[in-house]
């Protein structure tokens, strides 16, 4: 039970700026969102990315529809953003998106925070399919950041 944490790095072989703001685009998330979650954003563009903006997502976990409403707690421009969800299926999700220059590239760190909600049944949820599942999705985005950044 409690706050659990997922933390992954990568370095992606492009300039800060631009790997920035290809994260920067609110719709790029479906573009690094496994397929079998059927991830769609609904806010409509352009989406003002800063700060108190607000996004409004639907996706399915396991064939149950969920809807998602995220807004980006702080803003730094070509070095972090925080989003946190104020509507949707935990009780707490808080990701940092950190992102420092290197030699060849960019090191993008994700640095998620997360609870689940109903106490013990949640808990046993992470342990039994949660905690894996978080896996799978950050496997997969690594795997398409690196497909769309980086040169081929």
Same mark, same amino acid.
């Given at each position: 039970?409690?706050?659990?944490?997922?933390?992954?790095?990568?370095?992606?072989?492009?300039?800060?700026?631009? @790997?920035?703001?290809?994260?920067?685009?609110?719709?790029?998330?479906?573009?690094?969102?496994?397929?079998?979650?059927?991830?769609?954003?609904? @806010?409509?563009?352009?989406?003002?990315?800063? @700060?108190? @903006?607000?996004?409004?997502?639907?996706?399915?976990?396991?064939?149950?529809?969920?809807?998602?409403?995220?807004?980006?707690?702080?803003?730094?421009?070509?070095?972090?953003?925080?989003?946190?969800?104020?509507?949707?299926?935990?009780?707490l999700?808080? +990701?940092?998106?950190?992102?420092?220059?290197?030699?060849?590239?960019?090191?993008?760190?994700?640095?998620?925070?997360y609870?689940?909600?109903?106490?013990p049944?949640?808990?046993?949820? +992470?342990?039994?399919?949660?905690?894996?599942?978080?896996?799978?999705?950050?496997?997969?985005?690594?795997?398409?950041?690196?497909?769309?950044?980086?040169?081929?």
């Amino acid at each position: 039970m409690g706050v659990h944490e997922l933390i992954r790095e990568q370095v992606v072989r492009r300039p800060i700026d631009e @790997t920035f703001a290809f994260f920067g685009r609110a719709r790029n998330l479906q573009a690094i969102t496994p397929p079998w979650l059927g991830f769609e954003v609904l @806010t409509p563009e352009p989406i003002p990315m800063r @700060t108190g @903006t607000v996004i409004d997502y639907r996706l399915r976990v396991h064939r149950l529809p969920l809807r998602w409403r995220a807004r980006i707690e702080d803003w730094c421009e070509e070095r972090a953003f925080v989003d946190r969800q104020i509507r949707g299926p935990y009780r707490l999700w808080h +990701h940092l998106h950190e992102f420092e220059r290197r030699p060849h590239g960019t090191l993008v760190r994700d640095h998620v925070r997360y609870e689940l909600p109903l106490g013990p049944l949640g808990g046993l949820a +992470h342990r039994l399919q949660v905690r894996r599942d978080l896996e799978r999705i950050f496997d997969y985005r690594a795997a398409a950041v690196r497909e769309r950044l980086e040169p081929r």
